[in-house]
Each structure stands twice: as structure tokens, then as C-alpha cells.
């Protein structure tokens, strides 16, 4: 399996990101609910330092599933991405950090794009949203998780982020999502909320 192979395909559908495995069948992050997401078909599983084991996760989700870290002290990420070399699976999982400042910039290209690896940058649009985009547009990372104040801000930067070859990516978990834009809500009504994180230009939910 290549996630940069997968997220670069213009084809392919919306990639659906099963949060912590599929937890209402199983304990969150657990071998079971990463199972049971991977019998059910989606195409990445988010998990964090709840997890079993990373040697268990990776021997379970090998060419099956791609896999987010959600790794929450980025000082550990090349620990990690070593790891993930060292098993062969670092094609199949992606790497994530916050990215607000010149400084994570440069941590950033220091410690993982030169490795070559899946990595999301951490995109908050919320406030100098614009400066926050042009850092984005400099690493020109294989994807961008997005959080907004108002749509309309993703709207205006959509075919920058498609022309510099970024993919967006956008949480709706509840204690995460931007305004609005939940999975609770989605269920009351999936246009106005999925329809139109996908219209903006999110491929990647």
C-alpha cells in the first residue's frame, strides 16, 4: 500500500477516517476496533497513544489499512517514523504536526518531509488565516488538516492548496471540529455539512 499514491489520485472518493478504530463496536484505539474498521471498508484509521502497542498495530493493519498517527509531543515523531522504517510500513502511515509558526516550519523539514514520509500538516485558518495558508503553500505538505472560522476561508484559498498538489483534510469530530461541522450534525442533515466540506474542496474526512 502507498498513501501518497492514494491521496494524490484525482479519482478517488473521499477518504473516510475511522476515528480511534470504529469505537462504538469496541474499546477506542483497541486491536478490535481497528479490526472492525478494516472489515468495514474504510480507508484510514486514526489512532493515538491509547494503543495497545505499535508493534501490534502495525503487524495488524500491514497492506490492509492506512494508518494516521495522531502522535500528541511531536518530539517523538522521528522515534516513531524510525520505527515505522525499521517494520516497512512507512509508506502506509502518515505523520502529523502542528504547523503555525516559522519555527514548526523548520522543525517540520528538519525532522520529517526529508524522510519522505505521509505528513499532515496541522492548518489553523481560524484567525491570520491567510499567513497560516502561505505556510502551508511553502511546505506544500501532502495534506493539510484544516480547522476554520467560516468556510468561506477555505473557499478562498481551495485552488492554491489543489495547485500546489495539497490535499484537504478536515476532523469533525465534535470536541475538534470547526464550527458547525460535526458528525453529530451530519447525521441531521449530511448536505449541509459533509455536502459541504466536499464542495470546498475537502477530500478527506
Same mark, same amino acid.
Given at each position: 500500500?502507498?498513501?501518497?499514491?492514494?491521496?494524490?489520485?484525482?479519482?478517488?472518493?473521499?477518504?473516510?477516517?475511522? /476515528?480511534?478504530?470504529?469505537?462504538?463496536? %469496541?474499546?477506542?484505539?483497541?486491536?478490535?476496533?481497528?479490526?472492525?474498521?478494516?472489515?468495514?471498508?474504510?480507508?484510514?484509521?486514526?489512532?493515538?497513544?491509547?494503543?495497545?502497542?505499535?508493534?501490534?498495530?502495525?503487524?495488524?493493519?500491514?497492506?490492509?489499512?492506512?494508518?494516521?498517527?495522531?502522535?500528541?509531543?511531536? /518530539?517523538?515523531? $522521528?522515534?516513531?517514523?524510525?520505527?515505522?522504517?525499521?517494520?516497512?510500513?512507512?509508506?502506509?502511515?502518515?505523520? #502529523? %504536526?502542528?504547523?503555525?509558526?516559522?519555527?514548526?516550519?523548520?522543525?517540520?523539514?528538519?525532522?520529517?518531509?526529508? /524522510?519522505?514520509? $505521509?505528513?499532515?500538516?496541522?492548518?489553523?485558518?481560524? /484567525?491570520? #488565516?491567510?499567513?497560516?495558508?502561505?505556510?502551508?503553500?511553502?511546505?506544500?505538505?501532502?495534506?493539510?488538516? %484544516?480547522?476554520?472560522?467560516?468556510?468561506?476561508?477555505?473557499?478562498?484559498?481551495?485552488?492554491?492548496?489543489?495547485?500546489?498538489?495539497?490535499?484537504? #483534510?478536515?476532523?469533525?469530530?465534535?470536541?475538534?471540529?470547526? $464550527?458547525?461541522?460535526?458528525?453529530?450534525? %451530519?447525521?441531521?442533515? $449530511?448536505?449541509?455539512? #459533509?455536502?459541504?466540506?466536499?464542495?470546498?474542496?475537502?477530500?478527506?474526512?
Amino acid at each position: 500500500m502507498n498513501y501518497i499514491e492514494y491521496i494524490a489520485n484525482p479519482h478517488r472518493q473521499c477518504a473516510i477516517v475511522a /476515528h480511534g478504530g470504529l469505537w462504538n463496536e %469496541a474499546p477506542e484505539n483497541s486491536l478490535l476496533s481497528i479490526r472492525r474498521a478494516m472489515e468495514a471498508g474504510y480507508n484510514v484509521v486514526e489512532i493515538d497513544e491509547k494503543v495497545p502497542s505499535l508493534r501490534d498495530v502495525f503487524e495488524l493493519t500491514c497492506n490492509r489499512i492506512f494508518i494516521h498517527l495522531d502522535i500528541k509531543h511531536r /518530539h517523538v515523531i $522521528p522515534e516513531v517514523l524510525d520505527y515505522a522504517q525499521k517494520m516497512g510500513i512507512e509508506k502506509q502511515v502518515d505523520f #502529523w %504536526a502542528d504547523l503555525k509558526t516559522e519555527l514548526d516550519l523548520a522543525w517540520i523539514k528538519a525532522n520529517i518531509t526529508t /524522510h519522505n514520509v $505521509p505528513f499532515i500538516a496541522r492548518t489553523h485558518l481560524e /484567525h491570520d #488565516w491567510r499567513e497560516q495558508a502561505k505556510l502551508a503553500l511553502e511546505l506544500k505538505p501532502l495534506i493539510c488538516e %484544516a480547522s476554520f472560522r467560516d468556510l468561506s476561508q477555505v473557499d478562498a484559498m481551495k485552488q492554491q492548496f489543489h495547485d500546489a498538489g495539497i490535499t484537504l #483534510w478536515v476532523n469533525t469530530i465534535h470536541s475538534v471540529a470547526s $464550527p458547525g461541522f460535526t458528525d453529530s450534525a %451530519a447525521l441531521e442533515d $449530511p448536505d449541509k455539512v #459533509w455536502g459541504r466540506l466536499l464542495r470546498a474542496g475537502f477530500s478527506a474526512i
